[in-house]
């Protein structure tokens, strides 16, 4: 018998031949060595094969791959949508030549070819520079938020241009890229900056965003992608929400284009519109004052200068308010939202105030923010309320220095107005210390109101039961 | 419908007909959400297949990168005829091939195999492996993996998928775009040079 060609014995161990034919095979394999040594080594690599089949993917960085996958298919997007662009720009001007060209030979003004006519030489094509590209910065950030694909610890330290894509699970965040223009992505939301430049800027979103923009210059787009759905704007306040298949639109101050491939409608301020299916055949309703209310606290978060977002990076700082369970933060008397989070701020001083679980913001510090540095502000849970309040407001009204608070007053009494109010919500502590004290009602001018306001904050209390309630102070 | 993973590697989690179509429709639509669904859910098989196709981990996070870019620019055409898992495995199988294609113009000094770097199943190791045991393991699939580069790309792919993936004609033809016959005649060819060299015979 010949020697057994190696795939024969492959054949063999993977069971396709008979079992005559594989005894004739080891038979032969028991009289010739080289034979012999063929067929275990095709064995030994036959039985490999289950293993090499079981090795499973190796871990790789997925997250970076997903963002360059995501960026690769958005940049082809991109180009598709500029050469289509171009090509509609060919095809009207060869359009238009034709037309001169037969308007020409109808009105027999053509000129007769020559030879001796010179070689057109093409136009020279003007290089335009191009625009400008725009950096944003995040203004506010609170719960999980992902930006190209990883949740980045340094989102305050870097500035976002075009290309970036945002991510949030139930977090928010806020980016401003200009000024009074900045958006605020609602949990559960994607967003990329598709374009991002001084020309135009178009944000493809998926859930739902809040943009405040300020009015754009001439030559300046803004564009919101929803699907196959667009909304432009020049300067307004407004929510686009969008889940794949609607599409809502609500503004609440300015004018907003929603259009798609057959039409468009223009959603005025206090108005929405909600599309289904097309754009054609949607109506504009008015807002209920709940949806403006809400639209009007979702204004995104922004800084009251913007420069240059290059210096602004490094000249600015993240204030990060860590609280106990979600609550209501001020910072420098302005509500940023939910707690704990963290908000863009300048340098300086600034006072936080969060909400109490009935609502009620206290003071819950200070904090000196330098720039480039994160500063960041413990806010403890407080201890629940004591029934001492009959106590305590028996103690307010004894110790107001009434002598003061008719100083006060004085001048407003000269004018023949007696019997004035002041009405105020007061905490005190248990060593006696003044939590909070608000005016939350009175008839008189605010600088009478302060007045009395710091006349009422001077009265000593004693170590006692912690108290939060509300009085009516007459004057 | 051809349904060639049999398989499910790491988090790939098996859809239903009616998710898989909600996915792609989904996906086609431009939403994000079912895009990055998409890739969760597949990239382990993706990365999976890239790894043993081609035996080591060098660029695979690139190749990973390539097969998804593709896979999302062209669900236009991607036509329902084979489940989604298969479909990406064809993209897999392309871009592999590429890979290979490129390594021949241009070898590089790294060296081919690397899969011990990964686990094997565990059902398929009954007791803890020795070292002398690990080491054997590991030279015989070396040697596999150089008897594969041995061949022409084609008949590689082919090789592959037949003798360890125990994939059959048809299933293959789909995979490398071909037709039964012509993948019969590689493998013929292909399966007497890889033995010969895994025999020691120069091919």
């Known amino acids: 018998m010949r020697h057994v060609p190696p795939h024969r014995w492959a054949d063999a161990f993977a069971g396709k031949l008979s079992e005559a034919e594989v005894a004739e095979l080891d038979a032969h394999a028991e009289s010739c060595a080289s034979c012999a040594k063929r067929r275990d080594r095709v064995q030994r690599a036959s039985s490999s094969f289950p293993v090499l089949r079981a090795q499973s993917a190796p871990e790789l960085a997925w997250d970076g791959v997903r963002a360059r996958v995501h960026w690769s298919v958005s940049s082809a997007r991109r180009a598709r949508t500029r050469s289509t662009g171009r090509g509609l720009v060919a095809v009207g001007t060869l359009a238009a030549c034709g037309a001169a060209v037969a308007l020409a030979l109808a009105t027999g003004s053509a000129p007769r070819p020559s030879v001796a006519t010179p070689a057109v030489t093409a136009p020279r094509r003007a290089v335009t520079p191009p625009p400008a590209a725009l950096a944003g910065l995040v203004s506010r950030q609170s719960g999980q938020v992902m930006i190209d694909g990883m949740q980045r610890d340094d989102a305050f330290e870097r500035t976002l241009g075009a290309g970036t894509v945002l991510a949030t699970a139930e977090g928010r965040i806020d980016v401003q890229f200009g000024d009074h223009s900045a958006l605020s992505l609602a949990p559960g939301s994607t967003l990329e900056l598709r374009r991002f430049d001084a020309e135009q800027i178009a944000l493809a979103v998926q859930g739902t965003i809040d943009i405040e923009v300020a009015p754009r210059a001439a030559g300046q787009r803004f564009l919101v992608i929803a699907g196959d759905r667009t909304i432009e704007v020049r300067g307004t306040q407004f929510r686009v929400s969008h889940d794949g298949k609607h599409t809502r639109v609500a503004c609440h101050h300015g004018l907003v284009v929603v259009r798609d491939a057959r039409a468009e409608v223009a959603v005025a301020a206090a108005r929405k519109l909600d599309v289904d299916a097309a754009v054609e055949g949607s109506h504009v309703v008015p807002l209920s004052v709940s949806e403006l209310d809400q639209l009007a606290g979702a204004t995104p978060a922004m800084l009251p200068l913007w420069s240059d977002a290059k210096a602004l990076v490094h000249s600015s700082a993240a204030l990060e308010v860590a609280t106990v369970g979600k609550r209501a933060v001020r910072v420098d008397g302005v509500e940023v939202g939910e707690g704990p989070l963290r908000v863009r701020v300048m340098p300086g001083r600034h006072t936080v105030e969060t909400a109490d679980p009935a609502g009620r913001f206290r003071r819950a510090g200070w904090v000196d923010v330098t720039a480039d540095h994160t500063a960041r502000l413990a806010v403890h849970a407080e201890a629940p309320p004591t029934g001492g309040a009959a106590e305590r407001r028996r103690q307010l009204h004894a110790g107001i220095d009434r002598a003061r608070l008719s100083r006060c007053t004085r001048a407003f009494a000269k004018q023949g107005f007696t019997d004035t109010y002041v009405r105020i919500e007061i905490s005190i502590d248990d060593t006696g210390a003044v939590g909070f004290l608000n005016v939350i009602d009175s008839d008189l001018p605010s600088t009478t109101q302060a007045c009395v306001r710091e006349v009422l904050a001077d009265v000593r209390f004693h170590a006692g039961a912690a108290a939060t309630f509300r009085d009516k102070i007459d004057l | ?203």
């Open chain 2, 1 to 203: 419908m051809l349904r060639v993973v049999k398989r499910d590697t790491g988090s790939t989690a098996v859809l239903g007909p009616v998710d898989e179509a909600d996915l792609i429709e989904r996906c086609r639509a431009d939403e994000r959400a079912a895009q990055d669904e998409l890739y969760h859910r597949f990239r382990r098989q993706v990365a999976g297949n890239l790894y043993r196709v081609l035996g080591d981990r060098t660029d695979l996070e690139d190749l990973v990168q390539e097969v998804f870019v593709i896979a999302f620019r062209g669900l236009e055409r991607f036509r329902g005829d084979a489940r989604l898992s298969t479909w990406l495995y064809r993209i897999c199988v392309n871009v592999a091939l590429g890979k290979i294609r490129t390594r021949r113009r241009r070898p590089t000094a790294v060296g081919v195999v690397d899969l011990d770097a990964t686990p094997v199943d565990p059902s398929l190791t009954d007791r803890p492996e020795t070292p002398e045991k690990s080491l054997e393991r590991r030279e015989e699939r070396e040697r596999v993996y150089r008897a594969l580069e041995q061949l022409a790309p084609k008949k590689r792919i082919v090789l592959y998928l037949h003798e360890i993936e125990g994939l059959d004609l048809k299933e293959i033809a789909y995979l490398v775009d071909s037709n039964p016959v012509t993948v019969r005649t590689r493998l013929f060819y292909a399966r007497r040079e890889f033995y010969k060299v895994i025999a020691g015979e120069e091919p």
